[in-house]
């Protein structure tokens, strides 16, 4: 078996593979290391087969979509997920083949009601079931304590106690446990009493996590995030940094155009000079009038530096093809000591 467990901040995922077939699924992937799951499945000559996710993920976002259409893989998800961009929903008992490999799913909801572990071997992935030390919390969308308690003392308990186990989330640094170790000393799997579980998952009184609503819509609805949409602008477009700006405006530079994307309020209390004024939302109205020549280069500039990334790509698409955008923005030019003018109309 070729294994590799990819950690992000908390958020754990995994790249398993048959070294005799060179098949292989990642789980839970995240969408910050898209290129290194690729990059592994190269490294190993790997051809990946699925993209498995254990739940709706509430707490980071999926890669699960993007992965998928990259590579023409099919996203696996129990059939009660939500996401309606699934290609194989399955269900409890159900295997997946990865080539010599056999991957058992077990429905265990709970921490949401589309929650699956995952048994192969020597190993379980137990998603955000079965944590080291803990279990998933229940209080987060279809999330249901009587179910949790149902999966971990009817199912997973009774699992072989020399699994492995690899769960979705660990925020201490460990890789992995066993079930028999977590039998022994995972605080929650010692309230056996039904009851007592619920009750004690009914008042753990956590905080919501950061990024909840993003999250849900764009894991539940296959949707792009805000940092998914900049960075794909980003690829599309060249940046100049400030040093390189400030060298163009002291030299008095007529060939190269600044277009100050902010609105008109933030223009006019301090500019670049010579920056021309047009506000993000305007852009694609107004560019005939205000940009007749395609062929300018033309520098976008905002305040912080992602509106003017979204506006370079979108003059881009539109054929401006010397639009470049600020490595940074106003906030940087004026922390900077940079020269500003606050007079004069675009
Ligand atoms: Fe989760």
Redesign the pocket.
């Known amino acids: 078996m070729i294994f590799e467990q990819i950690t992000t901040g908390g958020c754990q995922s995994y790249l398993i593979g048959c070294a005799d077939t060179c098949a292989a699924a990642v789980i839970d992937p995240e969408v910050s290391q898209i290129d290194r799951y690729l990059a592994l499945a190269a490294r190993d000559a790997l051809r990946l087969r699925y993209i498995i996710d254990t739940?709706t993920?509430?707490?980071h976002f999926s890669a699960s979509r993007q992965l998928a259409q990259q590579l023409g893989v099919p996203v696996v998800m129990h059939r009660e997920s939500p996401a309606p961009k699934v290609d194989i929903r399955v269900d409890d008992g159900e295997l997946l083949v990865i080539g010599k490999l056999r991957m058992q799913v077990i429905h265990t909801p709970g921490?949401?009601r589309d929650s699956m572990c995952l048994a192969t071997e020597d190993r379980l992935f137990s998603?955000?079931t079965l944590l080291i030390g803990g279990t998933?919390r229940t209080d987060?969308p279809t999330g249901n304590p009587e179910s949790l308690y149902e999966s971990l003392f009817e199912r997973i308990v009774k699992l072989d106690p020399a699994l492995k186990v690899y769960p979705?989330?660990d925020y201490k640094g460990r890789s992995h446990s066993t079930i028999a170790t977590e039998l022994d000393t995972n605080p929650r799997l010692q309230v056996k009493d039904r009851a007592a579980f619920v009750d004690m998952m009914r008042n753990l009184n956590l905080t919501m996590p950061t990024h909840l609503t993003e999250a849900l819509r764009t894991n539940m609805s296959g949707g792009k995030t805000v940092a998914q949409m900049l960075a794909e602008a980003a690829a599309t477009v060249p940046f100049m940094s400030l040093m390189e700006l400030l060298a163009h405006v002291e030299t008095g530079d007529n060939e190269l155009l600044v277009l100050d994307v902010r609105e008109r309020d933030a223009y006019q209390a301090g500019h670049i000079a010579g920056a021309k004024s047009l506000p993000r939302g305007q852009l694609e109205l107004r560019v005939n009038q205000e940009l007749p020549n395609p062929t300018r280069r033309i520098l976008t500039c905002c305040e912080l530096g992602q509106i003017s990334t979204l506006a370079a790509a979108t003059l881009r698409s539109m054929g401006f093809q010397r639009a470049v955008a600020l490595d940074g923005g106003m906030k940087a030019w004026r922390e900077a000591g940079y020269p500003m003018e606050t007079s004069g109309a675009s």
């Open positions: 739940h993920h509430a707490d921490h949401t998603g955000d998933g987060l979705a989330h």
